[in-house]
Every structure is written in C-alpha cells, then in structure tokens.
C-alpha cells in the first residue's frame, strides 16, 4: 500500500444510486430461499462492476513498466478482511460469466477459505480490479488505495435512507455511495465517471445481471 500511494497517481470519483429497488427484488428473490442459499447485496455489487468493466476495460488489467496492459478476463478481486487482522483480496475468476447463485457461492467459498488461510496463489495473483465494501461496518463511503500493478478499485459503503426525488415527489429512499479510485496514468475522470455510471445502471437493473 506504501508503494501504491507513492508510485500511483490516485484519482478519485463519487456517485450515489437509489437501490431501493434493488433491494426490494432481492427480498422477492430470497423469500422462499433457505439462509445458505441466499443472494447477498455483494454479489450484485461485483457482478455489476463485473458486467461494467467489459465495456470500459481501461479499468480492468495492469500497470506495468510504462504501459498499461489490458487483461483479456475479468477477475474480480474481493478485500477480505482477516481475522486477527490484516487484509487480503484473493480473485473471483471470471466473475462477468457467473451467474448470481454460482457468484454468490465463490465468494462464500473464497471469504472461508480465505479466513481460513486455504486460499491458492493464484487467486491472489491474479486479480484484474477490486471490490471493496465496509458497509457491514457502518461505512457510508470507502476511498481505496489500488492494488498494484492493478489500475482501479471500487468502494461500496452502508445502505442509507435518504431523502430522494423520484418523478417529481420527495420521498425515502434506499442510497448507496460508490466510489472509484482510478490510476490517472490508465484512465481519467471522463472515463471513471461514465465507468461508474455504468455499475450504477446495471445494479438498479439486477433482473438483468
């Protein structure tokens, strides 16, 4: 993270969605579902930033040497927290191409097999983005620090009720904040705003991931 800060010129970008519902399909979805089998907010985080980041692969890949190298799958990197403390982001390989269940499933698998320190090389390795998400600790919004030689990681904070216009009338609604930190030698704000808005868009459409 020292090297990070040191060597990558940071940018960052917010932008806040109503996923009321969101929220309110996946209650749907879950309904009849036994705990186990339930498909958590997460998963649409990361199949949404998944799905986003095909049409927008500067975000997607590595800085190495004075170039940026694209990568020509989409592995997911997931900030896990370690019991005992410390950080680790092992990869979701090919997480545009799961399913919701399959993905829910792997980032089960990955989160216990993580804490309990079983996970392979490569799925350290071989992460092309992260995901990152302290919303379970009460975070509103998340500034990262990219993981190099990776290019971008995504912030997602706690669903609050705030005060929103929808057609014309104030009302309550479910927010999210999600945020970028972009690698200004890969991309720039043009490109990371429209990138976000994108992850924005496909998380309001979960029938559709």
Do not use: C
């Amino acid at each position: 993270m020292a090297r990070s800060k040191r060597e990558i010129p940071h940018y960052y970008l917010e932008h806040q969605i109503d996923v009321t519902a969101t929220e309110q399909w996946l209650t749907r979805l879950n309904a009849t579902r036994p705990p186990d089998n339930r498909v958590l907010f997460g998963a649409l985080a990361i199949k949404s930033v998944a799905v986003a980041v095909r049409r927008f692969p500067v975000f997607n890949g590595f800085y190495q040497g004075d170039s940026f190298d694209p990568a020509t799958a989409v592995h997911v990197g997931i900030a896990i927290a370690i019991r005992g403390g410390g950080l680790a982001a092992p990869a979701l390989h090919d997480a545009d191409r799961l399913s919701l269940d399959e993905l829910m499933a792997r980032m089960r698998d990955l989160v216990q097999r993580t804490r309990a320190g079983r996970i392979r090389s490569s799925e350290m390795s071989d992460a092309t983005i992260t995901v990152s998400s302290l919303g379970e600790r009460g975070v509103e919004a998340l500034y990262g620090v990219i993981y190099p030689p990776q290019v971008a990681i995504i912030g997602f904070g706690k669903t609050v009720t705030r005060p929103w216009v929808v057609d014309g009338a104030i009302g309550p609604r479910s927010v999210i904040t999600m945020t970028l930190a972009g690698d200004h030698r890969a991309s720039d704000g043009h490109a990371g705003a429209l990138f976000l808005a994108e992850v924005g868009k496909l998380l309001q459409e979960p029938d559709k991931l």
